[in-house]
Nanobody
Framework: QVQLVESGGGLVQPGGSLRLSCAAS????????MGWYRQAPGKQRELVAS???????NYADSVKGRFTISRDNAKNTVYLQMNSLKSEDTAVYYC???????????WGQGTQVTVSS
């Protein structure tokens, strides 16, 4: 199981930016897919962004053009750059890792993002 530790959450005003980090306990070079989900109060967990080891990315429609996912294999870390934040982006953000296309997801503990004036 990959151990994942998120950081970078916090309180930000609408229109502001945050960068989330997800540090893995091992090399991510061969991990098939890594990314971010989020869960707002009373809502289901939803995929925000993902990136495969081959470089393919996928974004939720609600964040396209505002969020960018990146993988730094040298630092074993995945980032989520979030710009032009909206109140509806408020949620707990969870990092995940999927070793292979058939593997279950390993999860981080989550980091709170609150967008409010």
């Amino acid at each position: 199981q990959v151990q994942l530790v998120e950081s970078g959450g916090g309180l930000v005003q609408p229109g502001g930016s945050l960068r989330l980090s997800c540090a893995a306990s091992e090399s991510i070079l061969s991990i098939y897919s890594m990314g971010w989900y989020r869960q707002a109060p009373g809502k289901q967990r939803e995929l925000v962004a993902s990136k495969t080891k081959a470089g393919s990315t996928n974004y939720a429609d609600s964040v396209k053009g505002r969020f960018t996912i990146s993988r730094d294999n040298a630092k074993n870390t995945v980032y989520l750059q979030m710009n032009s934040l909206k109140s509806e982006d408020t949620a707990v953000y969870y990092c995940y890792a999927r070793r292979s296309i058939l593997s279950q997801l390993d999860w981080g503990q989550g980091t709170q993002v609150t967008v409010s004036s």
